[in-house]
């Protein structure tokens, strides 16, 4: 089947890894070591010089992770991609690659609580400024666009606000400018959107979440060119150091191999309790992708497999009345990140983006009274009942 195009369920499990170049060991070996040997002096210098590729130190390079890494390129349609300890290193690496100071970033309207707190520390320390747009014209969008825009950074699902943004209309107008678009594409996973399709340039994921799935791992991918890779790579990657271990590739690697058949899960129980939650008495609103009378549907359904796993509500009441209902869940557990198998609630605005200032969160759409649910693998009808049972305690 080498010359046959294998669908996204086949690559998950089969690419970047050919067994024979490995022992024939089916799965791919953790290569736990922190250097790699050389046959010689020379040999040495060629691989630090460049002239000669191979291992040198797993800083620099590991064969486990090297795996991930050309499984994760070819998912999300890339020509390379890079591996890191964290999303937010994944997202600080690729950010502090792209900029100078005196630069500006243009970000989308929301974005995740520690990515907004990084935009305060470049701004502060580096004089890297940033302004958030909506981002839902042209027009818009060309007039927040400035001179010394180096990069337009996106978010899409937004978290937790759920807001959408057309990926195509943006990378048209980037283009035409030469500035380089990034997506966190966290929320969707590559099952479920790619962003580099639509003209955009590098994607990030924190793969804590969907691509591990499981919820023992912390970890960060990038995609895009290879330029692009090369330039994050030797430089802000290599010299921050925020790289990813040999055994938590291992783990991302076992994770993918499920991807598609848990994000469909995700989905099926998404949609039920959306049907749920859309006409609940105690929901005073909702934010779910797959809302067909939500204005970004035409999007959703331009750019996004499916719905997605995340749904956002805001309970009618105070702060007081959400932490309340939240108190009450027996089933569903209170905690921060998202995508994996046991379904997870929190509380935005004294939890994850609980660092943005309240005056800029409440513009964002994160209001006191908003809870974000990452609807995981259960029954739904469980989670539905769970849901029930802690409305009717408020």
Known sequence: MKDKKIRFETEVIHLGYQTDEHENSLVPPIYQTSTFTFANAEQGERRFSGAEEGFIYSRLGNPTVKILEERMAALEKGEAALAFASGMAAVSSVLMALTKT???????????????????????????NHDFSLMDSTEELERSIQPNTACIYIETPINPTMKLVDLQMVAHI????????????TFCSPYLQTPLSFGCDIVIHSATKYICGHGDVIAGLASGSKECMELISRTTQKDVGGILSPFDAWLLLRGLKTLPVRMDRHC?????????????PKVEAIY???????????????????????????????????????????????????????????????????????????????????????????????????????FAKI
Request: proline share 4%; with cysteine; charged share 20%.
């Open 174 to 185: 980037a283009k035409a400018k030469g500035i380089p678009v990034v997506v966190d594409n």
């Open 102 to 128: 005196g630069d500006h970033i243009l970000c989308s309207k929301g974005v995740y609580g520690c990515t907004y707190g990084l935009l305060q520390i470049l701004k502060q320390k580096y004089q890297i």
């Open 268 to 280: 099926d129980n998404a949609e039920k309790l959306f049907a749920f939650l859309e006409n609940h």
């Open 288 to 390: 779910f992708p797959g809302d067909s009378q939500h204005p970004d549907y035409p999007i959703m359904k331009k750019q996004m497999n499916r719905s997605g796993g995340m749904i956002s509500f805001a309970i009618k009441g105070s702060k007081a009345t959400a932490q309340l209902f939240m108190n009450h869940l027996q089933l569903i557990k209170i905690a921060v990140s998202l995508g994996d198998a046991e379904t997870l609630i929190q509380h935005p605005a004294t939890m994850t983006h609980s660092t943005v200032p309240a005056g800029e969160r409440i513009k964002m759409g994160i209001e006191d009274n908003l809870v974000r649910l990452s609807v995981g693998l259960e029954a739904w009808e469980d989670i539905k009942e769970d849901l029930e049972q802690a």
